[in-house]
Protein backbone atom coordinates (compact mmCIF):
# COMPACT_ATOMS: atom_id res chain seq x y z
CA UNK A 1 0.00 0.00 0.00
CA UNK A 2 1.24 3.58 -0.71
CA UNK A 3 2.80 5.65 2.03
CA UNK A 4 -0.33 8.88 2.77
CA UNK A 5 1.11 11.86 2.08
CA UNK A 6 1.47 13.06 5.72
CA UNK A 7 3.43 10.36 6.46
CA UNK A 8 5.46 11.05 3.34
CA UNK A 9 6.30 14.57 4.21
CA UNK A 10 6.81 14.28 7.49
CA UNK A 11 9.42 11.34 6.53
CA UNK A 12 11.06 13.99 4.23
CA UNK A 13 11.26 16.58 6.61
CA UNK A 14 8.95 18.84 4.77
CA UNK A 15 6.51 19.10 7.34
CA UNK A 16 6.03 18.22 10.84
CA UNK A 17 3.20 15.96 13.11
CA UNK A 18 1.83 18.96 14.32
CA UNK A 19 1.49 20.60 10.43
CA UNK A 20 0.12 17.19 9.36
CA UNK A 21 -2.41 16.98 12.27
CA UNK A 22 -3.63 20.56 11.85
CA UNK A 23 -4.40 19.55 8.10
CA UNK A 24 -6.03 16.71 9.27
CA UNK A 25 -8.73 18.81 11.64
CA UNK A 26 -9.21 21.48 8.89
CA UNK A 27 -10.21 18.40 6.33
CA UNK A 28 -12.34 16.99 9.41
CA UNK A 29 -14.33 20.40 9.58
CA UNK A 30 -15.10 20.08 6.13
CA UNK A 31 -13.04 21.61 4.42
CA UNK A 32 -13.54 19.65 0.95
CA UNK A 33 -9.62 20.92 -0.47
CA UNK A 34 -6.58 18.07 -0.79
CA UNK A 35 -4.26 17.46 2.01
CA UNK A 36 -1.70 19.29 -0.44
CA UNK A 37 -3.54 22.36 -1.37
CA UNK A 38 -4.53 22.87 2.35
CA UNK A 39 -1.25 22.55 3.32
CA UNK A 40 0.12 25.19 0.94
CA UNK A 41 -2.49 27.58 1.79
CA UNK A 42 -1.22 27.19 5.32
CA UNK A 43 2.71 27.85 4.24
CA UNK A 44 3.25 24.75 5.35
CA UNK A 45 4.45 23.53 1.99
CA UNK A 46 5.80 24.56 -1.09
CA UNK A 47 4.82 23.04 -4.82
CA UNK A 48 8.34 21.17 -4.95
CA UNK A 49 7.70 18.97 -1.66
CA UNK A 50 4.21 18.23 -3.61
CA UNK A 51 6.15 17.49 -6.57
CA UNK A 52 8.31 14.71 -4.82
CA UNK A 53 5.42 13.43 -3.11
CA UNK A 54 3.68 12.64 -6.92
CA UNK A 55 7.38 11.67 -8.54
CA UNK A 56 7.40 8.74 -5.42
CA UNK A 57 3.61 8.16 -6.10
CA UNK A 58 4.49 7.65 -9.82
CA UNK A 59 7.18 5.34 -9.09
CA UNK A 60 5.10 3.28 -6.42
CA UNK A 61 2.50 2.57 -9.23
CA UNK A 62 5.91 1.64 -11.80
CA UNK A 63 5.33 4.98 -13.90
Known sequence: MAER??????R????T???VQAVLRVQ????????G???????????DSIKRYVD???KQKGG
Open 56 to 58: YME
Open 28 to 35: QAGDRRRF
Open 12 to 15: TGSM
Open 5 to 10: IGDFLV
Open 17 to 19: PEQ
Open 37 to 47: EIALALGYLGN
